[in-house]
């Protein structure tokens, strides 16, 4: 221990404002928005392709991501493999119920190779039956290992038990329907689906915007097409209900998730909703992270984020934590949503979760990467960067009493839909003295 | 394939960052890589002592110090770093690796002094005391569970491969610690373990980002230049000699659903030799980079011997912030009912025929091209920057490397990548094998 006089805290220097990168935009012929972002900050290019896949199979979608760089008519899935790297990128997709998201990263002087690739999959992919069963049983077995893991299973029962019939009720398909689709289905799927109307290209990184736009325009302007306009139905809320025990017998930790409303991403009490998340359990400096790990030393990463997804929002919180303090840490956790619900924040806890909260904006966008990221997810909610201005100002705004509101209204533990996969035989009797449980 | 869809790369794009480094009376190393354009700053301090400083019975402790360096120090109580980082817009981590333990933070520009303050503040004097020793076992303790002990693949293959190849205990020993040993950690231990390692001697402060370097030495000066003066201790002994015949480990992990299997064989010195070990890093890439790779394209999409495959230098993964003796990794996962013995096989074909032929002037262009890409990714985050060049200056005394690395890693040959592969033998291997004990 120093015996030194007390230093005192250095003061932040006045902020810097946010600073928009230059872009321009252009919607082609075929519907396809593209966006181009310049960042020039190393020679690299980021390129983000969001495409809607609303009422897709989630099977047939993962499937269809998994092998969309396969094959096409002209070049095999090495030779894609091989062009890519050459140009020192790479070229992926995933799905989730609301689109297909294509990243693809490359040496700025490879940009027009990647988007030749890219156009000729989107074109001319042709799922080669080999390769298609191949990538087939690779995707089974990776979900076969997710699912085998606690906090997936815990995750899975909560969105079952959340969205019902709604298609966000499955993100990790069953396996063993992954390994029954046939390559004709994904063609079919492809032919339907992976269309140009209603997408949008956002490319990132050492350019020239117009340029950029003008030859993402030459090289995928012969993607063409129109899909069926599908549109993601309003998911149903979390709605209270008992605690859902998924039995997991041996297991060394419980894990604890549950699900409660929130309002959407553009929703004015949104950045409202964020500061309240904050102050809960969505940062290290959270009273739940405080105290459920600094003070307890119950869990090891605590968290709890705010969700949004085209057809609603949602917090979910997560903790896995070990099975002999399983109880407590359910009472903890009830406590702090119960406190937050009920009694305002203390001013500088909500000015300490609004500089995190604009200073995340500041830190998230300083990269090519970070930009592309946050560029792709908005476009495909519609909106572009400057969204994160109103952001900024709309967390600036926000008061004391706008967050209490927020979380009186969406925070409170008797409105979470609320699972725990543990080992019933040693936690049951616990948790069902600290709430309804019911056996999953 | 056409050969028109061939690209012939240019020369690679080198980095040109700027890099300014200096040593306070005290002894600190300090790295100044500015740019002044960037909205934010990233803090590295590396400390030389990772978990092969450990000392025996007290397995885990050098990631255990790296928590309770964040228990407080001096000037500031329990909480307060979180809340000081987190507070001015930024965020924060710690880990620990095998030989060196780092600590960072990346904030917007304003907030440099103030994170400057916090680390000198725990540089000079952590706040250790029984509590919050017992209170961060406990979340070591979770984290553990979380990451090794109850998931699929816990530890595999960092903490498995360790004590098959080397026979000392610094090599060998689980790093993440016997929670025996946790248990038995005490105060008089941390403080000895801080006096010894966390001396400023043995330590390196980078910063990069928005910053003019005469305004960011003044602060280093002011907030670190009276950090008491401590030299470095002896570095720690690892030498140990290689392998003169296989060794094979197989074990049941009771919660995995497919078996997997990793194998490694010794580098050269990553320091004394790094033209010599360039090659084999170049390797690694030739053999698993991909479905170009000459590993996945066999074992995965040819033979559906694996389902992923993996390939590295460094038991963790990153091939710039290792000591001798290392080591490059292969790993596969297999499908269920998979033979190791065939992978494994099937590896010894392929490193010999390359050992035989060498990799083509195409294939070795384009592998090099993705590495600069990913080079270049990596530096465009200013944290990650900092790291490298902190680690840099720590290992080689020569953070200036980073730029030279593309180039350096452009200049190696086919016939040194041949002869890297070529070393590949089965007499020299480590090898440990994953059984499914779950079933699906």
Redesign the interface.
């Given at each position: 221990m120093s015996a030194s006089a007390v230093r005192p805290l250095p003061d932040l220097e006045p902020a810097a404002p946010l600073v928009l990168p230059r872009q321009a935009e252009a919607v082609l012929p075929s519907g396809l928005t593209v966006i181009a972002i310049a960042r020039r900050t190393t020679p690299l290019v980021e390129a983000r392709l969001w495409v809607p896949m609303a009422e897709v199979d989630i099977a047939e979608g993962a499937l269809l991501a998994q092998t969309l760089f396969s094959g096409t008519g002209t070049r095999s899935a090495t030779g894609i493999a091989e062009e890519t790297q050459a140009v020192g990128g790479s070229l992926n997709c995933g799905a989730s119920p609301d689109r297909w998201l294509i990243n693809g990263d490359c040496l700025a002087s490879g940009l027009d190779r990647l988007l030749e690739v890219l156009a000729d999959a989107l074109c001319d992919a042709r799922y080669p039956d080999r390769e298609f069963s191949v990538e087939r049983d690779r995707l089974a077995d990776r979900f076969r290992v997710s699912l085998s893991q606690p906090p997936t299973l815990a995750r899975t029962a909560l969105l079952r038990r959340v969205y019902g019939d709604h298609p966000y009720a499955v993100e990790t398909p069953d396996p063993e329907r992954v390994g029954a689709v046939e390559a004709e289905r994904v063609r079919d799927l492809h032919e339907r689906r992976m269309r140009p109307d209603g997408a949008a290209l956002v490319l990132v990184g050492d350019l020239d915007p117009e340029e950029a736009i003008e030859l993402a325009g030459r090289r995928l302007g012969r993607w063409t097409g129109s899909g069926r306009k599908v549109t993601m139905p309003p998911a149903p809320s979390p709605t209270p209900g008992p605690l859902l025990l998924v039995d997991r017998p041996g297991t060394l930790q419980s894990s604890l998730r549950f699900a409660l409303p929130a309002p959407g991403r553009d929703h004015p009490d949104s950045a409202a909703m964020q500061l309240a998340n904050l102050v809960f359990g969505g940062y290290f400096s959270s009273r739940w992270t405080e105290n459920l790990r600094e003070d307890k030393g119950y869990s090891y990463g605590p968290g709890s984020v705010v969700d949004h997804s085209l057809g609603g929002s949602a917090v979910m919180i997560a903790a896995d934590v070990a099975t002999e303090v399983t109880a407590p840490a359910l009472v903890e956790t009830l406590y702090e949503l119960g406190r937050i619900a009920t009694l305002p924040p203390e001013p500088e806890e909500v000015e300490q979760a609004r500089r995190y909260a604009i200073g995340g904006i500041m830190v998230a966008t300083a990269t090519q990467a970070g930009l592309a990221r946050f560029a792709g997810t908005l476009a495909g909610f519609g909106l572009r960067l400057d969204h994160l201005a109103l952001r900024v100002e709309r967390l600036a705004a926000a008061t004391v009493e706008d967050v209490h509101r927020v979380a009186s209204t969406y925070l409170g533990p008797g409105r979470a839909t609320a699972v725990l996969l543990g080992d019933a035989e040693r936690v049951e009797r616990g948790v069902a003295s600290v709430m309804p449980v019911e056996i999953g | 394939?056409?050969t028109s869809?061939?690209?012939?790369?240019?020369q690679?794009?080198r980095?040109g960052y700027r890099i300014e480094r200096f040593t306070l009376d005290n002894g600190l190393r300090v790295v100044l890589a500015p740019?002044p354009d960037?909205?934010?700053t990233g803090v590295a301090v590396v400390y030389g002592v990772g978990i092969r400083a450990e000392p025996q019975g007290r397995t885990g402790f050098a990631h255990l110090f790296e928590h309770l360096m964040f228990q407080g120090s001096?000037?500031l109580e329990?909480?307060a770093h979180?809340?000081?980082v987190?507070?001015?817009?930024?965020?924060?981590n710690g880990s620990t690796h095998l030989d060196y333990t780092r600590y960072i933070q990346?904030?917007?520009?304003?907030?440099?002094?103030?994170v400057?303050?916090l680390e000198a503040?725990r540089m000079?004097?952590p706040?250790i005391t029984p509590e919050t020793l017992?209170?961060?076992?406990?979340?070591?303790?979770?984290?553990i569970?979380?990451?090794v002990?109850?998931?699929?693949?816990g530890g595999f293959p960092w903490l498995r491969l360790p004590p098959v190849m080397f026979d000392t205990f610094p090599n060998a020993h689980d790093g993440y610690g016997s929670f025996t040993d946790l248990d038995a950690a005490g105060v008089e231990d941390a403080e000895e373990f801080f006096d010894r390692y966390y001396a400023c001697g043995n330590a390196v402060l980078c910063v990069a980002g928005g910053f003019s370097v005469e305004q960011a030495r003044k602060l280093v000066e002011r907030?670190f230049g009276d950090v008491p003066a401590r030299p470095a201790p002896s570095a720690p002994v690892l030498a140990e000699p290689d392998l003169v015949e296989a060794r094979h480990h197989s074990y049941v992990d009771a919660?995995?659903?497919?078996p997997a299997v990793a194998a490694a064989w010794r580098v050269p010195d990553p320091v004394a030799d790094l033209t010599g070990y360039l090659p084999y890093v170049v390797l690694s890439e030739v053999l698993t980079?991909?479905?170009?790779s000459r590993l996945v394209?066999r074992l995965?999409?040819e033979e559906?011997l694996a389902?992923?495959v993996s390939g590295y230098v460094g038991f963790m993964g990153d091939p710039f912030d290792v000591l001798d003796p290392t080591a490059l990794l292969l790993q596969a996962?297999l499908?269920?009912g998979g033979s190791a013995e065939r992978v494994l096989g099937v590896i010894g074909e392929e490193t010999e025929r390359l050992a035989a032929e060498g990799p083509s002037a195409?294939e070795l262009?384009?592998?090099q091209?993705?590495m600069?890409?990913?080079l270049?990714?990596e530096?465009?985050?200013?944290i990650d920057r900092a790291t490298r060049l902190a680690v840099l200056e720590l290992q080689r005394g020569e953070p200036a490397l980073l730029n030279e690395l593309p180039a350096l890693l452009a200049s190696v040959t086919a016939e040194q990548v041949g002869a890297a592969a070529a070393t590949l033998r089965p007499h020299r291997r480590a090898s440990v094998e994953v059984v499914a004990g779950?079933d699906?």
């Open positions: - | 394939m056409p869809h061939l690209t012939h790369p240019t690679p794009p980095t740019e960037c909205p934010v001096a000037n329990k909480f979180f809340r000081h987190q507070g001015a817009g930024g965020t924060f990346t904030v917007p520009a304003n907030a440099l002094e103030r400057l303050f503040d000079r004097a706040r017992r209170n961060q076992v406990d979340v070591v303790k979770e984290e569970r979380v990451n002990l109850n998931r699929p693949f907030q919660a995995a659903p497919t980079d991909g479905a170009s394209s995965v999409l559906r389902t992923g996962n499908p269920a195409e262009s384009r592998v091209a993705r600069t890409a990913l270049l990714r530096g465009d985050t200013m779950r699906r």
